[in-house]
């Protein structure tokens, strides 16, 4: 699967690692893992960092609009974005998170991603050690 998701900061924040090109039919798989950590989280919110540096391809916004349903889940907080260069994926990635009515921002790089959680939800950790790991 071309999705690896883990726990960035336990039951807070998750990175999902998108690799080649993710399917429709992979999307329930994601879905399915998306909602586990979320069920996991004992936070109010639990954020979801996207990397898509090596990414090729994604589905559609109305695509993952009817595959997923973790973006309603009482839990899901911001998604972040990062690593996204094609136009495609871009707008995609515009469209998909207004479909769900979710908090979304595209910062860029992972370390902008941090940055940008630090900034907005002051009960996480102090995330510039992460940050420098993953780099």
């Known amino acids: 699967m071309?999705?690896?998701?883990?726990?960035?900061?336990?039951?807070r924040i998750v990175i999902n690692r998108i690799t080649g090109i993710l399917t429709e039919d992979e999307l329930s798989s994601l879905d399915e893992q998306m909602n586990h950590f979320l069920d996991q989280s004992g936070s109010v919110l639990m954020h979801s960092v996207w990397d898509f540096s090596a990414a090729q391809e994604?589905?559609?916004?109305w695509t993952i609009k009817r595959a997923v349903t973790f973006p309603n889940h009482e839990r899901f907080g911001w998604a972040i974005f990062a690593g996204v260069t094609s136009p495609v994926m871009k707008l995609t990635l515009v469209i998909a998170p207004q479909l769900f009515q979710v908090r979304f921002r595209n910062c860029g790089t992972l370390e902008a991603s941090l940055e940008f959680l630090q900034q907005v939800d002051s009960t996480l950790p102090d995330l510039k050690a992460i940050a420098s790991e993953l780099i």
């Open 2 to 11: 071309p999705v690896a998701v883990n726990w960035l900061v336990a039951g």
């Open 58 to 61: 994604i589905p559609p916004a």
